[in-house]
């Protein structure tokens, strides 16, 4: 029988685009640059939509991180906004 032969990895297999020297852009993070000027651990983030600059365009207003709509604002907002000024 022929024996089963085991390739051992020496280095992590996701290499950093930036050859190591290029850093994460959060603040406090020394990973290496993987993309987006993220590691590959922000860039996660980031895709997911857990960063302050998201993927997407989030709602103008305060700590409302949906998706939005028009004008800059989600639904909900929106409709809060505009409903007042139509109403006047």
Known sequence: MAEAQTTKLTHWPRTAKGSGKKACTVEGCKRPYRAK??????FKKWR?????????????????????????????????????EAAA
Do not use: I, N, W
């Not at 000027?37 to 922000?42: D, I």
């Not at 989600?74 to 906004?81: A, F, I, N, P, Q």
């Open 37 to 42: 000027s993220y590691c590959f651990f922000h």
């Open 48 to 84: 997911q939509g857990e960063l302050p600059h998201s993927r997407y365009r989030t709602c103008s207003k305060a700590d409302c991180r949906v998706k939005t709509m028009k004008a800059g604002l989600c639904e909900k907002h929106y409709g809060e906004t505009y409903k007042k």
